[in-house]
């Protein structure tokens, strides 16, 4: 490959950066994306793409799950290439059916209902409440029908959800099964210990945009050791990913961290991008939008993956903090707004995958004055029902609150 391409790429880069600097604005802006991926961790991705051994090794995956199950304070994990396979592994484990009916918030992502559809399970949209943009349980039992087997609830942006404890005291009294929703959530944590760890089973994200990344992966647990038998039923059948496949996945750990991370990522992200961006992966694939299920959905974690995951939760603690820090620093801005800090409930401590804020809808639709103001880009989970199609959701006046206003301020401002 020629350099000169790249020398270009810096040049540029260097040139816009001074531009911004002479014009007063930020070089590099704090990120919405996987900043927890350092050198650390890009030193383990270049080790196996030199090796190019030992990529199908039970015991580094297995390590992962023990080292995760501990942390987590759950007895059985089990590790995907992502949450939403992690989803459909807790589907087939809690033994549900074509016919059955599952509840759902209706704002979520759409591999979360995605998971449900591919088994052939009717998806039933619940209200969320505005507090925590969790369930609203007093719009569940309405929902309930003699074919409801399952609860989806979910700790969104990395906060614990305000009726927790209500939904799933409703669900054990209507015999329905709970599944956590914890994929911007490792690490919060309620009355002691991890979400998660209240429900039936439970998924957690290290895709990307999560509170931890191995750029793509997820983690399904359970403290009964019959569902636990489910996953590994699921698991023992899951295919691991390809070479190919996890060839680019460690390609985009390097990207990752020059996109996100590199103190001189404004100099050097693009030009990283020339030299790997043909292997930049996509989490949601266009047949996922349309709720197809893509070829090699469904494997379990790859042992260089799981490396990748071993050393993200060494560090986990360390970031969650920061995010807390963080988030300390965005309440008093709220506050002085006059808008509404998200509800940390009694008991809970967030670890705010990003610290959302209800603004108005004028605002979402324009976000030019945060880069004005504030330096930085907000997010925008979720712009619609099922982020990110246009899938209608009907009868859920919260959630279509949320969609219009919400946006979503970065926690690790690195
Ligand atoms: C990201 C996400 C998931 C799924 O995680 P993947 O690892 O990307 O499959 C599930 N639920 C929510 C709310 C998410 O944002």
Known sequence: ??????????????????????????????????????????????????????WADGAVVDKYEKMFADWNGSSHAFAFMGGRVALSACVHALGLRPGDEVILPGYTCVVVPNAFMYAGVKTVYCDIELETYGLDASKIEEKITGRTRAVVLQHLYGIVCRDYEKIISIARRRGIVVIEDCAHATGALFKGRKVGNYGDAAIYSSENSKVYSTVMGGIATTNNDNIAAGLKDYYDRAPLPDDGFIDRLLHNVIL????????????????????????????????????????GYGCRMAAPVAAIGINQLNKIDYYNDKRRETARRWKKWVVEKGYAEPLVIEGSTPVYLRYPVLVEPELKKDLKWAVNDLGLVPGVWFETHIHPTSRPVHGCPNADRAVAGCVNFPTLMI
């Open 256 to 295: 990752n961290y020059y996109t996100y991370a590199h103190p001189l990522r404004w100099l050097l992200r693009d030009a990283v991008n020339i030299m790997y961006g043909d292997k930049r992966l996509i989490s949601t694939t266009d047949e996922e939008e349309r709720g197809i299920k893509p070829v």
């Open 1 to 54: 490959m020629s350099f000169f391409p790249v020398f270009i790429k810096v040049a540029r880069s260097l040139y816009s950066a001074l531009k911004a600097l002479l014009a007063g604005s930020p070089v590099a802006m704090p990120s919405l994306g996987s900043a927890t991926l350092g050198k650390d961790d890009v030193k383990l991705a270049r080790e196996s793409l030199t090796s190019r051994s030992g």
